[in-house]
Nanobody, 128 residues
Framework: QVQLVESGGGLVQAGGSLRLSCAASGRTFSSSAMGWFRQAPGKEREFVAAISGSGGSTSYADSVKGRFSISRDKAENTVYLQMNSLKPEDTAVYYC?????????????????????WGQGTQVTVSS
């Protein structure tokens, strides 16, 4: 059974930091593009960040650029999202996703519907 399991969410004050992890099991995604998305109550799921299968390319939503950083450990089959200078508007459920159709290259995609494996999500709450 293929699983993506997020961890690292929680409650933090504005200006603080969190590091989210996404561990894959059941198959390797070490060469697949991976992404982070988030969904706040009453809003649509939105793109946050993505990293290519090669690890050489990243993409960020404008709202998090300069504050968030995506990385991956291929040996551990894990993707990370370092979140710094958190704001109350970053409050959401954060989801990890794999774009298995985009592998072994430097491309990333920002459209949630193109990702075919999803984690269950982890809650991030930023208090003001």
């Amino acid at each position: 059974q293929v699983q993506l399991v997020e961890s690292g969410g929680g409650l933090v004050q504005a200006g603080g930091s969190l590091r989210l992890s996404c561990a894959a099991s059941g198959r390797t995604f070490s060469s697949s593009a991976m992404g982070w998305f988030r969904q706040a109550p009453g809003k649509e799921r939105e793109f946050v960040a993505a990293i290519s299968g090669s690890g050489g390319s990243t993409s960020y939503a404008d709202s998090v650029k300069g504050r968030f950083s995506i990385s991956r450990d291929k040996a551990e089959n894990t993707v990370y999202l370092q979140m710094n200078s958190l704001k109350p508007e970053d409050t959401a459920v954060y989801y990890c996703a794999a774009d298995s159709a985009l592998a072994y290259n430097a491309y990333v995609r920002r459209v949630a519907a193109l990702y075919d494996y999803w984690g269950q999500g982890t809650q991030v709450t930023v208090s003001s």
